[in-house]
């Protein structure tokens, strides 16, 4: 049998934001979500991309040359790609000597991941850290996420499963069973609204949420706080009598932030939040009261 595989964006070590102690974070490409907000852009497309930096592009013409399907052109004082010609090589990429041009995508085998995160052994042991599965999706690329969960669990690596819990309910029980936690990302419970923000509904989210809590499965809720969105008194006094209805009395409060815009730019996309911007610190301890209030403990960030 061949060996499972994934496609990956990113695997960032030495993380403190991403579970207990230091982590190594292995970022899963392709979401079946996609957020206005989200942070992480190239994370959505199940595809490889290439981000284009413009500004950072010194017009020398290298990645024109390089790329085998004669997709590239220069026009306008940028690089600019011919439509229905790229193959997404990453050739363009590998040839941009001052990385004006970046590959989003990489294929990984399971034997590959397991050498990868195995270098920080040392760190997970001093720290009480492991390995986070993040993305992206994990629970979208299934047969790698379970095996590579069976490798760490056989080598005594604590292991975190962030989700936006949309998957099928088999699925998503047997690999989050397999986790040492899991990180629950819950972020509007109107349907239509979630539908608006995110592109799905709701439902199948919050049925694994309740199936998750009813196994008994270690579990931490995250609520990304977006002004506009999901931050109204009705929003928060719906959340929090949902929260305390399944038994849930501590969340971790994520408040929006900026960082990713640029990424959008580069990927040709539009930012469909430009002009909104991150909640005060009287807004997030606003917040936090209204939670505290109906008897859901904030920590703020995670």
């Not at 995508?105 to 590959?112: D, V």
């Not at 580069?266 to 991150?278: E, I, N, W």
């Amino acid at each position: 049998m061949a060996e499972p595989e994934a496609l990956i964006f990113n695997i960032m070590r030495f993380s403190l934001h991403d579970g207990p102690g230091i982590r190594t974070t292995l970022f899963f490409k392709g979401c079946p979500l996609a957020c206005w907000w989200c942070h992480n852009p190239e994370s959505q497309s199940f595809l490889p991309e290439v981000l284009y930096a413009p500004e950072r592009c010194a017009l020398c013409g290298d990645c024109v040359a390089a790329c085998p399907e004669g997709a590239l052109a220069i026009q306008d004082s940028q690089v600019q790609v011919a439509a229905g010609l790229c193959e997404r090589c990453g050739t363009c990429a590998e040839a941009c000597r001052i990385e004006a041009r970046q590959m989003a995508g990489r294929r990984i085998g399971l034997a590959e991941a397991v050498r990868e995160v195995e270098r920080d052994l040392i760190f997970f042991e001093e720290s009480g850290g492991g390995v986070t599965l993040s993305g992206g999706e994990p629970l979208s690329q299934p047969q790698f996420a379970e095996a590579l969960l069976d490798e760490l669990k056989r080598r005594g690596i604590h292991t975190v499963l962030d989700t936006c819990g949309f998957a099928r309910r088999d699925t998503f029980l047997r690999i989050a069973g397999k986790t040492s936690l899991v990180y629950f990302d819950l972020k509007l419970l109107d349907s239509l609204k979630h539908r608006m923000y995110t592109g799905v509904p709701n439902e199948p989210i919050l049925d694994n949420l309740k199936a998750l809590v009813e196994a008994g499965i270690p579990l931490r809720v995250r609520f990304p706080l977006i002004p506009g969105v999901n931050d109204g008194d009705e929003d928060i006094e719906q959340m929090s009598n949902y929260l305390k209805g399944l038994g849930v009395h501590r969340i971790d409060l994520l408040p929006y932030h900026k960082i990713g815009i640029d990424k959008y730019r580069r990927l040709g996309l539009q930012y469909r939040l430009a002009g909104l911007a991150p909640p005060e610190d009287a807004e997030i301890e606003r917040v936090s009261q209204k939670f505290g209030q109906k008897g859901v403990s904030i920590k703020v960030g995670g």
